[in-house]
């Protein structure tokens, strides 16, 4: 190809790379320039930045909301961090005790469980929301944390990675395991949880996310204001108002600096392993 002919096709590509980032950044920017403007201002649409930021969200955090008053937005994000962090972690736990039991245990129809398994993908999880419900009601859990994070901890998809993954683990390290008399959970203990850490700690970061943007399940299972996170929050400030907006841009940034400083490690752990 002729070098003209190279840089054209370079420049096309650099200019498609470059309107799809400002197509996905510029709301963002729309919603924090807006909050950044004094009260009594046209709070959204805006792109040109205020000089409110300071005073807008010096007292925000610790302000009341609610009908009744009784929850803060600190309250809310500590909430939103209980479920995000409940949420990924139980999943990652769950997920590769199971994938170390398909793999590692003579289970019978191990491949149907894991079909099975695979199956969960294909449905949304709102389409199990009902059931799961009347069995939290049933159990006592309704407006606890437990009934926020427990109900949502399987995961057929963080399965399937840590099946993938362990599939590429020498048998040669089993086999010196078993010479070294080490039992089941000394092998997952010593040997297998070291070397699935990247592949955990990415998809630790992934479900985190997913965790902390959940809004339909909390709208069911919680009543009470105490235990509101902060998407199910917005609720109070109204979409369009500034405190709804200062409240929508605190709940992105938690997850979005996560993505942003741990991509690389992220793409690594899910796709690389331990390698």
């Not at 054209?8 to 996905?24: E, N, R, S, T, V």
């Not at 320039?33 to 792109?47: E, K, M, S």
């Not at 309704?142 to 362990?166: C, E, K």
């Not at 395991?177 to 070397?195: E, T």
Request: charged share 10%; net charge positive; proline share 6%.
């Amino acid at each position: 190809m002729p070098s003209w002919q190279r840089w054209q096709a370079q420049l096309a590509d650099h200019l498609i790379l470059i309107c799809g980032a400002l197509f996905m950044v510029v709301p963002v920017w729309m919603l924090v320039a807006a909050t950044t403007h004094l009260p009594g201002a046209r709070p959204f649409p805006r792109l040109d930045p205020g000089t409110g930021a300071l005073e807008n969200y010096s007292g925000f955090l610790t302000s009341s909301a609610g009908f009744s008053g009784d929850v803060t937005v600190l309250a809310m994000l500590w909430n939103s961090f209980l479920l995000g962090t409940g949420f990924a972690a139980l999943k990652v736990l769950l997920s590769l005790l199971a994938a170390y039991a398909l793999i590692y245990f003579r289970v019978r129809f191990a491949s149907a469980i894991f079909a099975v398994l695979l199956l969960t993908l294909m449905l949304p999880l709102e389409s199990r929301f009902l059931p799961t419900y009347e069995v939290v009601a049933q159990l006592g859990l309704v407006n606890s944390r437990s009934g926020l994070i427990m109900p949502l901890v399987a995961s057929g998809l963080g399965t399937l990675f840590f099946r993938q993954f362990l599939l590429t683990v020498p048998d040669t390290l089993l086999e010196s395991a078993r010479l070294d008399g080490a039992g089941p959970f000394k092998f997952l203990k010593d040997i297998l949880l070291p070397l699935s850490g990247p592949t955990a700690a990415a998809l630790f970061l992934v479900l985190f996310v997913n965790g902390w943007n959940q809004y339909l399940w909390p709208v069911i299972v919680t009543t009470e204001e105490s235990t509101y996170t902060l998407v199910r929050g917005m609720q109070f400030f109204g979409n369009s108002s500034l405190r709804g907006l200062m409240l929508a841009v605190i709940a992105m940034l938690p997850p979005a600096l996560l993505v942003i400083l741990f991509q690389r490690q992220v793409v690594k752990g899910l796709f690389d392993g331990s390698h």
